[in-house]
């Protein structure tokens, strides 16, 4: 099992740029999610997903699209890089979300946008 | 609202010494805390919830609802526990999937 993985692990962009960060999951999991890492603000979360075909926001969505057309993958889709969108991007997941379960983290993507 | 305070943002202690890190918690209902931790060039991990009060390479964290706090400690501590700690409340599911709410994070450092 690979658990949990993000590709690219870094990138730099322009302002005004767009890419995709992709996860992919084999854990067979329905609950996936995205979180930025920064410093001194600890994890915030971007958008979440409970199954293919449903997204929701989390704490920090704006300038972040996701999709969830398979159970296994959810992209990250910056349309528009912005340098407050510099951080590290951790994408995770566990078996069905709930409040007890714990989250698998993937390595991370850090993300510089110049 | 959800919120974790992590009051240190570093906390540097001598091997053989005790570590407590901080977590305060706000929160109105009944949470679920975490501590989760990001040992150096490896993937953040769980350590311990609060539910299964458990000991994890000697931590253990007790959740004190009066206090609304959930102080991670370690009697002994080792150079290999040198890493990022993070708290993490859940509330209740909303739409169907929990929303883990992350504290600052702690960098611990253990000084030989």
């Known amino acids: 099992n690979a658990g949990v993985t993000q590709t690219p692990k870094f990138q730099v962009l322009k302002t005004g740029q767009s890419m995709t960060l992709q996860c992919a999951q084999d854990?067979?999991?329905?609950?996936m999610s995205w979180y930025r890492q920064d410093p001194g603000m600890g994890l915030r979360l971007i958008h979440y997903s409970v199954g293919a075909g449903i997204t929701d926001q989390g704490e920090v969505p704006n300038g972040y699209n996701v999709s969830r057309s398979t159970t296994e993958d959810f992209p990250l889709r910056l349309l528009s890089a912005a340098p407050s969108q510099t951080s590290v991007y951790f994408c995770?997941?566990?078996?069905?979300?709930?409040?007890?379960?714990?989250?698998?983290f993937g390595s991370g993507t850090q993300l510089s946008v110049l | 609202a959800q919120r974790v305070t992590q009051p240190e943002k570093l906390l540097s202690v001598f091997k053989g010494a005790p570590v407590e890190l901080k977590c305060n918690y706000s929160?109105?209902?009944?949470?679920?805390l975490f501590w989760y931790v990001q040992y150096s060039r490896q993937r953040l991990q769980l350590l311990l919830r609060h539910i299964s009060r458990e000991s994890i390479k000697g931590f253990t964290a007790d959740l004190n609802k009066g206090e609304t706090s959930f102080h991670l400690k370690k009697p002994f501590a080792q150079e290999e526990d040198s890493a990022m700690y993070y708290c993490?409340?859940?509330?209740?599911?909303?739409?169907?999937?929990?929303?883990?709410?992350f504290g600052q994070g702690t960098r611990l450092t253990i000084n030989p």
């Open positions: 929160y109105s209902g009944s949470p679920e």
């Open positions: 995770a997941s566990s078996y069905s979300g709930n409040t007890n379960e714990k989250l698998f």
């Open positions: 854990m067979n999991h329905e609950y």
């Open positions: 993490a409340l859940s509330g209740p599911r909303v739409q169907g999937a929990q929303k883990l709410v």
